[in-house]
């Protein structure tokens, strides 16, 4: 039996959006506020998801625990309290959500090997969410 | 095709054991959860339905049938319940929330007639929960 298991993870880190290849007045009209240079923060909800067989051994697609540490030392680690711009993932992209979903889809889906990753979904703000799902098809 | 879905909330306890593996491999696998006294949670449970609107009604399906599918079927077998010991199901399978999910499926498929199952989803905590969509 296939089952699919989503895990929600909080952290905050700040983020300006600003582009290079456009013109300070086109980065105004296109950012708005969020081209604030001294950059403005969130509190990011990460919500992964994995799928898998689930094991009859252990009735798990993985074990949590694994999740959590990967997320708690690849991700949380590396980007709760941080200003994003200053990361090398985002030294040629913009810190949108977008970007930040296929970031940290890409971390998963190289180190995350326990179970098949199918999905990450941000929560920006309570009115923002964004998700990913790779080359996958949205179930449903 | 559209898509309805309910909730329901239900408290159960458990515990996480695999009478094949020694004390030493449950302790490092289950870890908190291998406590043979058993924990609880209040866990969420969302039933979603998919079907073509009856014209006549304008409903996928009867929400009152549902609810009472839903409360007889699932609710009254497994809340207040210690899952290891009082559901069937669990007598052997170890009541993970990917379990949960699958016996609630397969509790309700065969009672639902108007609509179809599409989705049950378990929320174990807020910040965890298993979707099974009836894959094999």
Not at chain 2, 50 to 65: A, I, M, N, T
């Given at each position: 039996m296939k089952a699919y298991l989503t895990r929600r993870y909080m952290f905050s880190a700040s983020h300006r959006l600003h582009s290079?290849?456009?013109?300070e007045a086109e980065n105004v009209a296109t950012?708005?506020?969020?081209?604030?240079?001294?950059g403005h923060g969130h509190n990011y909800t990460l919500e992964v998801t994995v799928s898998g067989r689930v094991d009859?051994?252990?009735?798990?697609?993985?074990n949590l625990t694994d999740l959590d540490g990967f997320v708690h030392s690849e991700i949380l680690e590396r980007f709760?309290?941080?200003?994003?711009?200053?990361?090398p993932e985002f030294a040629g992209t913009v810190p949108t959500t977008e970007n930040l979903c296929l970031v940290i889809y890409d971390i998963l889906q190289r180190g995350f090997l326990q179970a098949h990753l199918e999905r990450v979904r941000f929560e920006e703000t309570m009115m923002n969410s964004f998700e990913y799902w790779g080359e996958n098809r949205v179930i449903g | 095709m559209v898509y309805l879905t309910r909730k329901a909330e239900f408290s159960a306890s458990h515990y996480y054991h695999n009478p094949k593996f020694t004390a030493e491999e449950n302790q490092r696998i289950f870890g908190k959860c291998n406590n043979p006294n058993g924990h609880g949670h209040n866990y969420t449970l969302e039933v979603t339905v998919k079907g073509e609107v009856d014209?006549?009604?304008?409903?996928?399906?009867d929400l009152k049938q549902l609810k009472e599918t839903m409360s007889r079927e699932v609710l009254e077998a497994?809340?207040?319940?210690?899952l290891n010991k009082e559901v069937p199901e669990f007598f052997t399978q170890i009541p993970t929330t990917e379990n949960l999910a699958i016996a609630i499926w397969q509790r309700l498929s065969p009672k639902l007639k108007a609509a179809q199952l599409h989705r049950v989803r378990v929320y174990e905590t807020p910040d965890l929960f298993v979707d099974f969509y009836g894959e094999a």
């Amino acid at each position: 039996m296939k089952a699919y298991l989503t895990r929600r993870y909080m952290f905050s880190a700040s983020h300006r959006l600003h582009s290079d290849a456009l013109s300070e007045a086109e980065n105004v009209a296109t950012y708005g506020k969020c081209n604030n240079p001294y950059g403005h923060g969130h509190n990011y909800t990460l919500e992964v998801t994995v799928s898998g067989r689930v094991d009859e051994s252990t009735g798990m697609v993985c074990n949590l625990t694994d999740l959590d540490g990967f997320v708690h030392s690849e991700i949380l680690e590396r980007f709760d309290h941080q200003n994003l711009n200053t990361l090398p993932e985002f030294a040629g992209t913009v810190p949108t959500t977008e970007n930040l979903c296929l970031v940290i889809y890409d971390i998963l889906q190289r180190g995350f090997l326990q179970a098949h990753l199918e999905r990450v979904r941000f929560e920006e703000t309570m009115m923002n969410s964004f998700e990913y799902w790779g080359e996958n098809r949205v179930i449903g | 095709m559209v898509y309805l879905t309910r909730k329901a909330e239900f408290s159960a306890s458990h515990y996480y054991h695999n009478p094949k593996f020694t004390a030493e491999e449950n302790q490092r696998i289950f870890g908190k959860c291998n406590n043979p006294n058993g924990h609880g949670h209040n866990y969420t449970l969302e039933v979603t339905v998919k079907g073509e609107v009856d014209p006549r009604s304008g409903f996928v399906v009867d929400l009152k049938q549902l609810k009472e599918t839903m409360s007889r079927e699932v609710l009254e077998a497994l809340d207040h319940r210690f899952l290891n010991k009082e559901v069937p199901e669990f007598f052997t399978q170890i009541p993970t929330t990917e379990n949960l999910a699958i016996a609630i499926w397969q509790r309700l498929s065969p009672k639902l007639k108007a609509a179809q199952l599409h989705r049950v989803r378990v929320y174990e905590t807020p910040d965890l929960f298993v979707d099974f969509y009836g894959e094999a």
